[in-house]
């Protein structure tokens, strides 16, 4: 398990610092717009791209660049909604994502204003759809901007600092215990589930704020 996980990180490690963090960024900016949002795995990129992380300045480095990315993202999406959003809705793709997701977006930005932009950060779906139904709502931009760069900045933060943690732990047991691999892959799969679980956990809640007729 150490040799094989010895040559993952080296061969992540091994890609130059800058080029990780862009490639992170962008990966992150394509996952958050909603053209590309429902196919591309940002966070995996992300999280795998912070197992490379040897120095506080590369941890910091990649952070600012997801960080970007993200804004980046949710700022086309926005401006997505605001040109283009109407036609979007109708088109193929629209079709595609469903008018029963695009219906929810609607009822839970209307419902939570500007803590809906936030949370939304964190739901499947929700995420990609958002940015694009703000843009077509009233909701001003700088308004938007404020509520979502937070969000952007807590998920990045966390994503970079779980992968980077985990890894550097690792290298430093690696030689020693043969077991640290397992510890490693114990790590970023409790990661995963906690995300996932957390997720499920923000999605029911948020339900309850969009349909507070079906409560009791």
């Not at 997701?101 to 499947?124: H, M």
């Amino acid at each position: 398990m150490n040799e094989l996980l010895d040559g993952l990180l080296g061969a992540v490690a091994g890609v130059d610092p800058a080029l990780r963090a862009l490639l992170a960024g962008l990966a992150i900016l394509c996952e958050t717009t909603v053209l590309l949002g429902l196919v591309v795995p940002g966070d995996t990129i992300v999280l795998v791209a912070s197992t490379g992380v040897a120095t506080l300045l590369q941890g910091v480095a990649l952070f600012v660049a997801v960080l970007l990315g993200s804004l980046v993202g949710e700022s086309l999406g926005f401006a997505i909604g605001r040109w283009f959003g109407h036609r979007l809705r109708r088109s193929r793709l629209g079709a595609r994502i469903g008018e029963h997701t695009w219906q929810r977006a609607e009822v839970y930005l209307g419902r939570r204003g500007g803590v809906a932009v936030f949370v939304s950060r964190f739901l499947p779906v929700l995420h990609s759809i958002i940015p694009i139904t703000v843009g077509m709502s009233e909701m001003p931009y700088r308004r938007f901007i404020r509520w979502t760069a937070p969000a952007c900045a807590v998920w990045a933060a966390l994503y970079v600092s779980v992968g980077a943690a985990a890894a550097g732990g690792y290298r430093e047991l690696g030689d020693r215990l043969h077991w640290a691999g397992y510890g490693f892959a114990a790590v970023i799969v409790l990661f995963v589930v906690a995300v996932l679980v957390a997720k499920k956990l923000i999605d029911r809640a948020e339900k309850r704020h969009m349909h507070p007729e079906n409560e009791g």
